[in-house]
């Protein structure tokens, strides 16, 4: 990985494979399940401050969705509902 992205990268920072995607994503803290899942033109470093809150309390889990952040663009430029759909079927951790 190419150091221009490993600076960007922490401990916690994790990679699966999701319909032929990389998906960068971070899971941080114990207790109660809470998923933070960001806007258009975003990434999982929008809640850096709200993981770092409720960490203490929940574990956390964030990642990048599609064609966002170190997930990179789906292997077919499709981004339409239906695949974000299945995106998030297909998320295991």
């Known amino acids: 990985m190419p150091n221009s992205i ?5 401990n916690q920072s ?14 941080e803290g114990t ?13 999982l470093h929008t809640f850096e401050a709200w993981v770092n809150h409720f960490k203490k309390s929940y574990r956390v889990t964030s ?3 599609p064609g966002f ?6 292997p077919e430029g499709n981004y339409e509902l239906t695949i974000y ?6 998320i295991k951790y």
């Open 6 to 10: 490993r600076k960007y990268l922490n």
């Open 14 to 27: 994790k990679f699966i494979s999701i319909q032929g995607m990389n998906v960068h994503y971070r899971m």
């Open 31 to 43: 207790g109660p399940d809470m998923v933070l899942v960001h806007g258009a033109f975003s990434s």
């Open 63 to 65: 990642f990048d969705l």
């Open 69 to 74: 952040g170190y997930t990179g663009r789906h």
């Open 85 to 90: 759909m299945s995106f998030f079927e297909q």
